[in-house]
């Protein structure tokens, strides 16, 4: 059980290049998720998934695209690379969430990206 | 607008004394919180949650404390460790969106 896996774990980017973070669970997770964390700041949503074919907007997904075609998998896609998404992602995935949840999230390792 | 503020980015502590973390939140809908534990070059991991119903839970060496009427919780570590050096984020939960905190780094040192 590897749990919540991210690829590439670094990345080097020239503004206007794109790109997909890959993530993966095998926990059989309805919920998958994208983090941003910026440093000294906390982890912002960039989008969710609640199941396969269901995506939906978090708190930044200006520049960012995903697609759910699977339960295990929920690619994030950069378009056209801005020095302004120079951060760490982190993808998650949790069995149950919403209203009154009490499940918690479980996170990949992170892929560090810079755009110059 | 929900919002965690967490208000000290760093806290030192000597080996076997307690750790206590602090963070406030406003208008929270389901006064549920969790704690995740961050170490350098890893995603964070879940450490602790606190549901409305209670003002107190304790695992091992951990406990949080809510305070609805202050809108206040913390994090004590009891006796803290080396290990425990991370960085903590107080995240508001019980939706589909998880509200992260900037997080306060703790260093215990040996």
């Known amino acids: 059980n590897a749990g919540v896996t991210q690829t590439p774990k670094f990345r080097i980017l020239k503004i206007g290049q794109s790109m997909t973070l890959q993530c993966t669970q095998d926990?059989?997770?309805?919920?998958m998720y994208w983090y941003r964390q910026d440093p000294g700041m906390g982890l912002k949503l960039i989008y969710y998934?609640?199941?396969?074919?269901?995506?939906d907007k978090g708190e930044v997904p200006n520049g960012y695209n995903v697609s759910r075609s699977t339960t295990e998998d929920f690619p994030l896609r950069l378009e056209l690379a801005a020095p302004s998404q120079t951060s760490v992602y982190f993808c998650a995935s949790s069995y149950s969430i919403g209203p009154g949840s009490t499940d918690t999230q479980y996170f990949g390792p992170g892929t560090r990206l810079t755009v110059l | 607008d929900q919002q965690v503020k967490q208000n000290s980015p760093s806290l030192s502590v000597q080996e076997g004394r307690i750790s206590i973390l602090n963070c406030d939140y406003t208008n929270s809908m389901f006064d549920y919180f969790l704690w995740y534990k961050k170490y350098p070059a890893e995603g964070p991991t879940f450490l602790i949650s606190i549901s409305s119903i209670k003002d107190k839970n304790e695992d091992g060496r951990f406990t949080v404390f809510l305070n609805k009427s202050a809108k206040h919780l913390s994090l004590h570590i009891v006796p803290s460790q080396p290990g425990d050096s991370a960085v903590y984020f107080c995240?508001?939960?019980?939706?589909?969106?998880?509200?992260f905190g900037k997080g306060t780094k703790l260093t215990v040192n040996p």
């Open positions: 926990m059989n997770h309805n919920y």
């Open positions: 995240v508001e939960g019980g939706s589909e969106k998880l509200v």
């Open positions: 998934s609640v199941g396969a074919g269901i995506t």
